[in-house]
């Protein structure tokens, strides 16, 4: 079981910066490829970012492809969401998700349905 705490969030103007953590506990996130999610009020869950278990590939939403940054800290078994020049499209609920340990190495899984296990996310809100 895998228990997944994301901090970081807030309210920023346009063009601000936030760093989004992902704690996680119970299983070390050197076993586990991750994904960052987010979600808007009444739109659907989307795609943000993912990173393979070996924290050497990475893929992103072209909506964030060169503002925001995935990555993780072994030893402190976290996983960050680096923003940046953040535009008030990007206000939702960020969700950071765990997958279940599968023997990948270098995948990354940009789809919800990939993940078993989401924290409660963490809201940002974006003024113009």
């Known amino acids: 079981q895998v228990q997944l705490v994301e901090s970081g969030g807030g309210l920023v103007q346009a063009g601000a910066s936030l760093r989004l953590s992902c704690a996680a506990s119970g299983r070390t996130i050197n076993n586990s490829a991750m994904g960052w999610f987010r979600q808007a009020p009444g739109k659907e869950r989307e795609f943000v970012a993912a990173?393979?278990?070996?924290?050497?590939?990475?893929s992103y939403a072209d909506a964030v492809k060169g503002r925001f940054t995935v990555s993780k800290d072994n030893a402190k078994n976290t996983v960050y969401l680096q923003m940046n020049s953040l535009k008030p499209e990007d206000t939702a609920l960020y969700y950071c998700?765990?997958?279940?340990?599968?023997?990948?190495?270098?995948?990354?899984?940009?789809?919800?349905?990939?993940?078993?296990?989401w924290g409660q996310g963490t809201q940002v809100t974006v003024s113009s």
């Open positions: 990173l393979s278990r070996s924290g050497g590939t990475t």
């Open positions: 998700a765990a997958r279940g340990y599968d023997g990948t190495v270098s995948v990354v899984f940009p789809i919800p349905g990939a993940y078993g296990y």
